[in-house]
Each structure stands twice: as structure tokens, then as C-alpha cells.
């Protein structure tokens, strides 16, 4: 991919005199017809309306006329992403334990460590659906203890994790599914800071 088709410039993604960046992602917000402002990714735009982000300033057309952003489809499918992953690390950090993002040039998306040699590997997904084939891609890691994907609980609504899991796990070879705070509880058990 070209750097033409991953970056476009700022002015070519919002119109107006300032641009307004979404207070969890700080990507470029669009304008409502009602003049508001929103986040172009409605699960984004939920987690802010249900969490307390502040509003971030506006930013003048004149200071950023020389700024560029990933183009939307890169912000969907490759930072969005990232968001999740690095919440994940700092609270797996939080626990005491060794968290490593994207290990062997992102083979999966976090290392994490524990005490007497247990090791997870996880690749974090923000999928709309669960999607078996695409699951079938992530491959059970013979260097960790553990091989999971792992989902934000905002879309256990959606994708059912809970009810999926016990039908797609077999298949996965050693793959297990978890929501993020499955993960957070069964490393607070591993570690004993959890019953």
C-alpha cells in the first residue's frame, strides 16, 4: 500500500473553519445537520456517550493545514484495533504482570507473562460479528500456555461470545475466546488476587 493510500490530508476529511477530534480516538469527528459533532465509529461514539472522556479542543483549519490522517478504513481496521490492545496492556500491567504489544512483528497482539513460566498469547478482535472462518486464521501459539482472542464486552451484545464459544472453540485447535474482562478476572485468579 502506498503512503497515497494510507494518509490523506486533514481538510479532505472534515469542512469548516475547525476540525473536532473524538476524545476516544482522536480521529477527525463528522458534523451532524444539527451542527454537532460525532465520532465516525458508532461503537467509539457509545463509549464515549457511556464513559466520561471530556470533549477535546477544536483545532483551527489554519494550524492544521499541513496535518494528515489515516485514511478511514486504515483508523477502522488498524488503530481502532490498537486502542483495545493498549487498554488491555495497561490493565494486564496494572496486575504486576510483563506485557509485551505486538510481539514478532505482530504475530498476535500481546505476550503476556506470568510468574512460573505461564505465558498467554493474544490477538484482540473488534469484529461487528463473529466470523468462524476468519477465526480459524489466529493459530494456537506452542510457546504460550494460552492462546485466546479476545473481544470488548461492549459487543457481547452482538456477538455472544458467552453462547459462541462452547459451539467454535472445538474447532479453533486450542484457540479460546474470552471477553476483555474474562481476561482481567482469570489473571487476577492465576495470580491470586482474585477467588
Not at 452482538?158 to 478476572?185: A, D, H
Request: hydrophobic letters at 35%; a negative charge.
Amino acid at each position: 500500500m502506498s503512503r497515497l493510500e494510507i494518509y490523506v490530508d486533514m481538510d479532505k476529511l472534515a469542512e469548516g473553519s475547525v476540525y473536532h477530534l473524538c476524545p476516544r480516538c482522536k480521529y477527525v469527528q463528522r458534523q451532524r445537520p444539527d451542527g454537532t459533532y460525532t465520532c465516525r465509529n458508532p461503537w467509539c461514539e457509545r463509549l464515549c456517550a457511556t464513559s466520561n472522556f471530556q470533549p477535546l479542543p477544536p483545532i483551527s483549519k489554519e494550524k492544521a493545514a499541513d496535518w494528515k490522517a489515516v485514511t478511514p478504513g486504515v483508523h477502522l481496521y488498524g488503530t481502532l484495533p490498537g486502542i483495545w490492545e493498549i487498554q488491555l496492556q495497561e490493565e494486564l500491567t496494572k496486575l504486576g504482570l510483563c506485557v509485551t504489544l505486538w510481539p514478532f512483528v505482530d504475530e498476535f497482539d500481546l505476550l503476556v507473562e506470568f510468574p512460573r513460566k505461564v505465558r498467554w498469547a493474544i490477538d484482540f478482535k473488534d469484529w461487528a460479528s463473529v466470523d468462524e472462518e476468519r477465526l480459524q486464521k489466529v493459530q494456537y501459539r506452542r510457546d504460550a500456555t494460552e492462546t485466546f482472542v479476545v473481544f470488548p464486552d461492549e459487543r457481547e451484545d452482538y456477538l455472544r461470545i458467552k453462547v459462541v464459544r462452547e459451539q467454535l472453540e472445538p474447532e479453533l485447535e486450542g484457540v479460546r475466546l474470552r471477553l476483555f474482562s474474562e481476561i482481567i478476572t482469570q489473571a487476577q485468579v492465576i495470580l491470586g488476587k482474585k477467588k
